[in-house]
């Protein structure tokens, strides 16, 4: 979510443990938030492509 937020991602709401940010551009990618495990690369992959960014670019940040 930090990540995101660093390429100008803005929290809009929370729907039970998901939150949904709205980009610069007006897309829209879902986080889910379970405590302190790490997202799995399916996951990842699908929030990269939410976002329109590739996973190495998200790496980076």
């Known amino acids: 979510m930090r ?3 660093k390429l100008g991602f803005v929290v ?7 939150v949904i940010l709205i980009g610069p551009n007006g ?5 889910p938030v379970h405590g302190a495990r790490d997202l799995r690369r399916g996951t ?3 929030i990269c492509k939410q976002a ?3 996973e190495e670019q998200m ?3």
């Not at 809009?12 to 998901?18: A, F, L, V």
């Not at 897309?27 to 986080?31: E, I, L, N």
């Open 3 to 5: 990540k995101l937020q």
């Open 12 to 18: 809009d709401h929370m729907t039970g443990s998901h």
């Open 27 to 31: 897309q829209r990618a879902v986080v």
């Open 44 to 46: 990842l992959h699908a």
């Open 52 to 54: 329109g960014v590739t």
């Open 59 to 61: 790496r980076r940040l």
